[in-house]
């Protein structure tokens, strides 16, 4: 069974302090590893695809790496509004339909 | 605007009493895919379809029923719901098997 585990579970931040978060992943061959933003009462929404060991991603002040155990998304110079809960999912090549979520990092950046 | 909607947004019924989540999408995507989220267990999935008629089992599927009967609906259905399916519900979609998904708004269900 898939299983993903991210930590810390929740970590604050003063603005500008950048950081990493981190999640670790067991899958029988990793199809693609998916990170998500999720703001207080609305739906995941899409941040970054990763598909091999490697491989790096951006957007923003948001920064995804992979390895073949664990992905970081590192938080660089963060803003108050990068607070929000971070969602990390596997899929894996014996079920590409199948996300297996972890329970999510919850980033407060205070001004 | 591309979207994924969700009804009702908001529900509050007793144990026992069958109800319907509805979910569409204007995307043409082809996957469908339901979720609950409860604190400290993250996102979970509880049925998944790769197009119409097509469906299939994710992790949590007792107690629900799906249907995909036209490409841009997904409803769930509780049959008889259950206090532990108070929970949070996600209905998400995606072009292709093991792409970006996008997710509806969610239903807080309580079932009291």
């Known amino acids: 069974e898939d299983q993903v585990t991210q930590s810390p579970e929740a970590l604050r931040l003063q603005e500008g302090e950048s950081s990493s978060l981190n999640c670790s992943y067991t899958v029988s061959g990793l199809r693609g590893l998916f990170w998500y933003r999720q703001d207080p009462g609305k739906g995941p929404e899409f941040l970054f695809t990763l598909y091999s060991a490697g491989e790096e991603k951006e957007k923003e002040r948001l920064k995804a790496t992979l390895t073949k155990k664990e992905s970081f998304l590192h938080i660089t110079a963060p803003k108050p509004e990068d607070s929000a809960t971070y969602l990390c999912?596997?899929?894996?090549?014996?079920?590409?339909?199948?996300?297996?979520f972890g329970a999510g990092t919850t980033v407060t950046v205070r001004a | 605007e591309a979207q994924v909607t969700q009804n009702p947004r908001y529900l509050i019924t007793v144990t026992g009493k069958k109800l319907t989540v509805t979910c569409s999408q204007n995307?043409?995507?082809?996957?469908m895919s339901w979720y609950r989220q409860d604190p400290g267990l993250g996102l979970r999935q509880i049925y998944y379809?790769?197009?119409?008629?097509?469906?299939d089992k994710g992790d949590v599927p007792e107690g629900y029923k799906v249907s995909r009967k036209e490409k841009r609906n997904f409803p769930l259905i509780l049959e008889s719901p259950s206090p532990n399916q108070t929970s949070l519900y996600f209905c998400a979609s995606s072009l292709s098997r093991n792409g970006e998904q996008f997710f509806g708004p969610g239903t807080r269900l309580t079932v009291l």
């Open positions: 995307m043409n995507h082809e996957y």
């Open positions: 999912a596997v899929t894996s090549l014996s079920n590409d339909y199948k996300l297996s």
């Open positions: 379809s790769m197009n119409v008629e097509v469906t």
